[in-house]
């Protein structure tokens, strides 16, 4: 995948990340693949991120969604990807249950 790095104020709606976000603080925000929403930019900035790597590769072109996972690999890929996160704290509640939800549509990350 091709990607090049833009500052927060060069973002928009509907670009996919290139990479994985995380904040200053080392907290995982958004996997690599997701596309961009409104709230998504407002998390960005909230939480102090300047800088993200975005995919330029088919800009245009919608993005494929692939097969979902089983849910002991959906709940493994999430264990992984917010291992430095508080289980318990409201966000991180929210944002698995975000991406159980997707799974359950046959969304992935693209991993």
Do not use: W
Not at 52 to 74: I, K, M, R, S
Not at 79 to 92: G, Q
């Amino acid at each position: 995948m091709a990607t090049t790095t833009k500052d927060l104020g060069e973002l928009r709606e509907g670009m996919v990340l290139g990479a994985d976000v995380s904040s200053p603080r080392g907290q995982m925000l958004l996997a690599a693949g997701a596309t961009l929403t409104d709230r998504h930019l407002r998390l960005l900035a909230a939480n102090g991120v300047a800088r993200v790597e975005v995919d330029t590769a088919g800009d245009d072109a919608a993005q494929p969604t692939g097969p979902a996972l089983n849910p002991a690999q959906l709940e493994a890929r999430l264990e992984t990807r917010f291992a430095h996160n508080d289980p318990a704290h409201p966000l991180i509640r929210e944002l698995k249950r975000i991406c159980r939800s997707r799974n359950e549509g046959g969304e992935t990350d693209g991993d």
